[in-house]
């Protein structure tokens, strides 16, 4: 069966610090990936997709990146954290029935 | 892009009694999902439901995908039922990105 894992599940980090958010797939090939942030209140935002390896789309300019080493490994990254980067952050993986999401970080900058 | 909007934003309700929400979205779509997100920030997928209708113990939903809207209906509401509900949706144009709706704050009393 598919399942995605997402850690670590709470981070608080100073600002300027570094930030490595990973997410891994198992049971599935070249999957759809994807980072989505949900900051205070409810609404949340796509930050990044990859359709394969080496292959990212950033949805909105900010102060993050991502990666994608291995078909089934997605990293979200930062070199330097700042307060706004706060919030919670989901990893998805997508098919043509459906998104699963991971459990999601809890990221707050302090 | 595709707008999608949720009604009504929150929602108290006592434990037995039924609910309707409704999803609102602006373009023709291929994909419409709905999920539950619970008090952990677990996003648990219901339904995929880009057209017709679909049953799950006391939760079904309904899509009109020509009139552009989806209902979730739950019945016989439990305390576990609370959380956020979340509509989202991919359009027509080759993309598979989901667009979240602002989401739904439901909560059960007992």
């Known amino acids: 069966s598919q399942t995605i894992h997402q850690w670590p599940a709470t981070l608080v980090q100073p600002v300027g610090s570094p930030l490595s958010l990973e997410c891994t797939v198992e049971?599935?090939?070249?999957?759809?990936l994807y980072w989505y942030r949900q900051a205070a209140g409810r609404g949340l935002q796509l930050l990044f997709y990859?359709?394969?390896?080496?292959?990212i789309s950033s949805e909105v300019p900010q102060n993050l990146s991502a990666s994608r080493p291995q078909d089934r490994q997605f990293i979200l990254s930062s070199k330097k954290l700042l307060l706004s980067d706060s919030g919670f952050y989901l990893c998805?993986?997508?098919?043509?029935?459906?998104?699963?999401f991971g459990s999601g970080t809890r990221l707050t900058v302090v | 892009g595709i707008q999608v909007e949720q009604s009504p934003p929150d929602l108290i309700l006592q434990e037995g009694a039924n609910s309707t929400l409704r999803c609102n979205f602006s373009?023709?779509?291929?994909?419409l999902q709905w999920f539950h997100q619970n008090p952990w920030g677990q996003l648990i997928n219901l339904f995929y439901?880009?057209?017709g209708t679909k049953q799950n113990g006391r939760l079904s939903a309904t899509t009109v995908a020509t009139e552009r809207y989806s209902l979730l209906y739950i019945s016989s509401s439990q305390t576990t039922d609370s959380g956020v509900y979340f509509c989202?949706?991919?359009?027509?144009?080759?993309?598979?990105?989901?667009?979240f709706g602002k989401g739904m704050k439901l909560t059960v009393n007992p």
């Open positions: 998805a993986w997508g098919v043509s029935y459906g998104y699963t």
């Open positions: 049971g599935t090939s070249n999957p759809n």
């Open positions: 990859s359709v394969g390896i080496g292959q």
């Open positions: 373009d023709s779509v291929n994909n």
């Open positions: 439901i880009p057209s």
């Open positions: 989202a949706v991919s359009g027509q144009g080759g993309s598979e990105k989901l667009v």
